[in-house]
């Protein structure tokens, strides 16, 4: 059974920078990082694959957001630089157990908790 536990969320000054890690416990084949604000759906961020380390980012998060994986620890991390008020939501991990690399939640299997990222200006 897979299980996911975030962790790294916090609060920053606009320009700063955050890293959040989410520890994964079972087998999967890839994993993504998505947020949400009230009222609206949940948004892709980035997304991994853990053998060979093919990524996916979203327009609004490239150049400045950076996914990876270290596959001793079983756990993924996604550092976020240059962060803007905009960036401010409940960032969620996400494993997929089966083969792909997708942008839509529906691809997923399971998540973790959340963790709240808040960026002032």
């Known amino acids: 059974q897979v299980q996911l536990a975030e962790s790294g969320g916090g609060s920053v000054q606009a320009g700063g920078s955050l890293r959040l890690a989410c520890s994964v416990t079972?087998?999967?084949?890839?994993m993504g990082w998505f947020r949400q604000v009230p009222g609206k759906e949940r948004e892709f961020v980035a997304a991994i694959v853990w053998t060979g380390g093919s990524t996916s980012y979203s327009d609004s998060v490239k150049g400045r957001f950076t996914i990876s994986r270290d596959n001793a620890k079983n756990t993924v991390y996604l550092q976020m630089t240059s962060l803007k008020p905009e960036d401010t939501a409940v960032y969620y991990c996400?494993?997929?157990?089966?083969?792909?690399?997708?942008?839509?939640?529906?691809?997923?299997?399971?998540w973790g908790q959340g963790t709240q990222v808040t960026v002032s200006s």
């Open positions: 079972g087998r999967t084949f890839s």
């Open positions: 996400a494993a997929r157990i089966h083969r792909g690399l997708f942008a839509s939640p529906r691809n997923y299997d399971n």
